[in-house]
């Protein structure tokens, strides 16, 4: 589950982690109402308007309504005209960001629509750095990684400069020790007062991390200010799903809006549903099997439109309400249903195949492939439905009938 940047730095404030003063705001009204009190308490003029959605890139990123505004945009008005002047900016520039849609690097040509500001105090920036705190899959732990190119796309960094990139493994029995957290400021060129500061705020953002059951914290930029401060000027957070119940306040933040609504609608009757960019829906029993249906898709040419497990336990209903899922995309050309039946019985899948399609219609081609526990009955159950069916003998033989059938 991810969250929105003005969230992960209310997190980070809450345990101490230095970020700069700002107020969120889903108004014009509210956006103009926080300016004046930011720069009283910071006796900074300047102000930074931030569009908060679910995507890295925002201040690269373009409006389609405005394409001369980007996502991040830092308001200057106040140093001549004093509050006043900024609060105007503000509104200007709120009013254009808040109902638009932003593309950056990360959404897609589509988008995504700006519900939600951020708007927050200018800082003195001295240096910009890169950190983040991620699990490191190839050697199972926790990984502190920093980079001296702050503001800088990290995978960009990783194929041009990858010697840029510093790494801390963190031990799960010891968490990250002092001398890494001091490895890794110096590493970073930080010196003085801020490689104290610096030492701090990664022992505890990396504490931070394993208490909350984050899977990703990333802060770009990481700043040094002109007075030794160390503090997050950006903060993307994500968090493992499967321990939310362990973290019901950070559970409270989801942002359902910025999710895709079929993923939602699946978690309802808990199916594991990923939306993809291909053409070829995919109905699945077991994370194995339809990776690997995937896979066999790619392989014949096709790309699948999406992941989809019903799991062990599926019900008809279940099933049923799958396949509505599916069908309500309108860029899937054919569906293939493959399912191995063992827990999960094949006549309970046809059952739920053939409701479904009963109850939405059928207007792109059906391939289904059955083996196992009951798959006679199963069978029977789709031949005799009256519902136009293309049965598969293997995974192969489905994923080539189907994609000659949607092309």
């Not at 890139?57 to 106040?78: A, N, Q, S």
């Not at 309108?330 to 249903?337: L, N, Q, Y």
Request: charged residues 25%.
């Amino acid at each position: 589950m991810k969250i929105h940047e003005y969230q992960a730095k209310q997190l980070m404030a809450d345990r101490g982690i230095p970020v700069p003063q700002g107020r969120a705001a889903q108004t014009v009204d509210e956006a103009v109402a926080a300016v004046r009190p930011l720069i009283e308490s910071s006796g900074n003029p300047v102000v930074v308007v931030k569009s908060q959605i679910h995507a890295g890139g925002r201040g690269k990123g373009r409006f389609v309504e405005h394409p001369d505004l980007g996502g991040v945009v830092v308001i200057t008005d106040g140093i001549e005209g004093g509050p006043a002047a900024a609060e105007d900016a503000v509104r200007s520039v709120a009013s254009k960001m808040l109902g638009s849609t932003l593309v950056t690097i990360q959404t897609g040509p589509e988008g995504k629509t700006v519900h939600r500001l951020y708007v927050e105090q200018g800082i003195s920036i001295d240096r910009e750095l890169y950190l983040s705190v991620l699990l490191d899959r190839s050697t199972s732990r926790v990984l502190l990684m920093g980079s001296t190119e702050g503001g800088t796309e990290i995978e960009e960094v990783a194929a041009t400069t990858p010697e840029k990139i510093l790494r801390e493994t963190i031990d799960p029995a010891h968490g990250l020790l002092p001398f890494q957290a001091a490895r890794m400021a110096r590493g970073l060129g930080i010196d003085g007062d801020a490689h104290r500061n610096a030492t701090a705020f990664f022992l505890s953002l990396a504490r931070a991390y394993m208490e909350w059951d984050a899977d990703l914290i990333e802060i770009n930029p990481l700043v040094v200010t002109t007075d030794g401060a160390v503090m997050a000027l950006d903060g993307k957070m994500g968090f493992e799903a499967n321990a939310l119940y362990r973290q019901p306040d950070i559970a409270d933040m989801r942002d359902e809006s910025e999710e895709d609504p079929a993923e939602i609608e699946a978690a309802e009757f808990d199916l594991s549903f990923i939306k993809l960019d291909g053409t070829i829906g995919c109905m699945v029993n077991g994370a194995g099997l339809a990776m690997a249906t995937m896979d066999i898709i790619k392989y014949v040419g096709g790309e699948p439109a999406n992941f989809l497990d019903v799991g062990g336990g599926a019900t008809a209903e279940k099933v049923a309400a799958a396949f509505k899922i599916i069908t309500k995309d309108p860029s899937v050309k054919g569906i293939f249903v493959n399912i191995f039946g063992g827990i999960m019985r094949c006549d309970t899948i046809a059952e739920g195949v053939v409701e479904a399609v009963r109850d939405v219609g059928l207007e792109v081609p059906l391939v289904v492939r059955l083996e196992g526990t009951n798959v006679d009955e199963g069978r029977r159950i789709l031949a005799e439905s009256g519902i136009d069916i293309v049965t598969a003998t293997d995974m192969k033989d489905g994923a080539e009938k189907i994609l000659e059938m949607a092309s």
